[in-house]
């Protein structure tokens, strides 16, 4: 059962409560290539992004979160680190979102002003802890980035915009290691209601970074833990969204557009199952209809994996059965891939 956290609104997305998880990502174009970060979040609207993230190193930098605000109609979150000026002219620019860890960036003034700002214009500040990067004093009392460790850290910041009446608050509390960042989120969740953006940082290449991200964000939802969620690969960004949607599926959120299922074969198969699983795939990609696509190997275990899905079909010598809704259709040989995209045109 899902954990219930306050709600938080970002732009015009609301998270927490009972509220769709969204799914995050962030840009990679170097920042002071304004076009390359318009052009590559217009790649990520179109891929469904709902929460968009952009470096702001700098103020100068709030160009970027001007320029993108102009261009895409998605939350967008001004990442910030040590600069308390470069938050203050990110939420100028129009930032919905500012990202930021009180305790790195100077004196308590100065968040104080960043504070004053969000709260003038209702734009969340998000605490993003990574263990990698726990401040000294945390470091020391626990001679690691243990669980323990970085929920004092995520405290310690929390802590620091309270003191300002500051509470419109998310938190991350990301590590590389997968058991050691589920059992921070665990530890977090139960000592704190604001709402939960979950992700394994550093995860790695794209194949170890959807396998990490898959086990620690699939598990975190299972238990019920998270409202956002980012999938980080060393890939595009537009990778992480489809990432992140396939996993909330992969745990049973409902997530619009198709979801192709197919069984990975064996010496049983008698036609080219896995080709075309891909190519039904790819002639799916762009379609929004939410319906379950079968592509089954042989007779064993396809009429039934098929009869659970809105279409499917499960192979035989040369040719494959139908299967719409449950029933049995036809047989199609030829064209299987065609026909199979004609049937679902129906739908």
Same mark, same amino acid.
């Given at each position: 059962?899902?954990?219930?956290?306050?709600?938080?609104?970002?732009?015009?997305?609301?998270?927490?409560? @009972?509220?769709?998880?969204?799914?995050?990502?962030?840009?990679?174009?170097?920042?002071?290539?304004?076009?390359?970060?318009?052009?590559?979040?217009?790649?990520?609207?179109?891929?469904?992004?709902?929460?968009?993230?952009?470096?702001?190193?700098?103020?100068?930098?709030?160009?970027?979160?001007?320029?993108?605000?102009?261009?895409?109609?998605?939350?967008? !979150?001004?990442?910030?680190?040590?600069?308390?000026?470069?938050?203050?002219?990110?939420?100028?620019?129009?930032?919905?979102?500012?990202?930021?860890?009180?305790?790195?960036?100077?004196?308590?003034?100065? !968040?104080?002003?960043?504070?004053?700002?969000?709260?003038?214009? @209702?734009?969340?500040?998000? #605490?993003?802890? @990574?263990?990698?990067?726990?401040?000294?004093?945390?470091?020391?009392?626990?001679?690691?980035?243990?669980?323990?460790?970085?929920?004092?850290?995520? /405290?310690?910041?929390?802590?620091?915009?309270?003191?300002?009446?500051?509470?419109?608050?998310?938190?991350?509390?990301?590590?590389?290691?997968?058991?050691?960042?589920?059992?921070?989120?665990?530890?977090?969740?139960?000592?704190?209601?604001?709402? /939960?953006?979950?992700?394994?940082?550093?995860?790695?290449?794209?194949?170890?970074?959807?396998?990490?991200?898959?086990?620690?964000?699939?598990?975190?939802?299972?238990?019920?833990?998270?409202?956002?969620?980012?999938?980080?690969?060393?890939?595009?960004?537009?990778?992480?969204?489809?990432?992140?949607?396939? #996993?909330?599926?992969?745990?049973?959120?409902?997530?619009?557009?198709?979801?192709?299922?197919?069984?990975?074969?064996?010496?049983?198969?008698?036609?080219?199952?896995?080709?075309?699983?891909?190519?039904?795939?790819?002639?799916?990609?762009?379609?929004?209809?939410?319906?379950?696509?079968?592509?089954?190997?042989?007779?064993?275990?396809?009429?039934?994996?098929?009869?659970?899905?809105?279409?499917?079909?499960?192979?035989?010598?040369?040719?494959?059965? /139908?299967?719409?809704?449950?029933?049995?259709?036809?047989?199609?040989?030829?064209?299987?891939?065609?026909?199979?995209?004609?049937?679902?045109?129906?739908?």
């Amino acid at each position: 059962m899902r954990q219930q956290k306050r709600e938080v609104t970002i732009g015009g997305l609301t998270i927490g409560g @009972n509220h769709p998880i969204a799914v995050q990502t962030m840009l990679n174009v170097p920042i002071e290539d304004v076009a390359g970060n318009v052009a590559q979040a217009k790649r990520c609207a179109e891929a469904g992004c709902q929460i968009l993230r952009v470096t702001c190193p700098a103020p100068e930098d709030a160009r970027v979160v001007a320029a993108i605000k102009e261009a895409v109609d998605i939350p967008l !979150v001004a990442d910030i680190h040590f600069d308390y000026q470069a938050a203050l002219a990110a939420v100028a620019a129009g930032a919905d979102k500012i990202r930021i860890n009180p305790g790195n960036i100077g004196d308590d003034e100065h !968040v104080a002003e960043v504070a004053k700002a969000c709260r003038e214009k @209702n734009i969340p500040i998000r #605490i993003g802890v @990574n263990g990698g990067s726990l401040e000294k004093h945390i470091l020391a009392k626990y001679g690691a980035p243990v669980p323990e460790a970085m929920v004092e850290s995520a /405290l310690y910041h929390v802590h620091l915009l309270e003191k300002h009446d500051f509470s419109n608050i998310v938190i991350s509390i990301k590590s590389s290691n997968v058991p050691r960042m589920m059992a921070a989120y665990r530890l977090l969740s139960a000592q704190t209601d604001y709402p /939960l953006h979950v992700g394994v940082t550093e995860a790695g290449t794209y194949q170890m970074g959807l396998i990490k991200s898959g086990m620690g964000i699939g598990g975190m939802l299972l238990e019920g833990i998270g409202d956002t969620i980012r999938v980080s690969l060393a890939d595009t960004p537009e990778k992480e969204v489809e990432a992140g949607y396939n #996993i909330l599926r992969a745990v049973g959120f409902p997530v619009a557009g198709p979801e192709v299922i197919t069984c990975p074969t064996c010496g049983r198969t008698q036609y080219p199952c896995t080709e075309i699983a891909n190519e039904v795939e790819r002639r799916l990609k762009g379609c929004k209809k939410s319906i379950k696509v079968a592509v089954m190997g042989c007779v064993v275990n396809g009429p039934g994996e098929a009869r659970e899905a809105d279409i499917g079909i499960a192979g035989g010598k040369g040719e494959a059965l /139908l299967f719409v809704h449950g029933t049995p259709v036809r047989k199609l040989t030829g064209d299987i891939v065609g026909q199979l995209m004609e049937e679902i045109e129906k739908l």
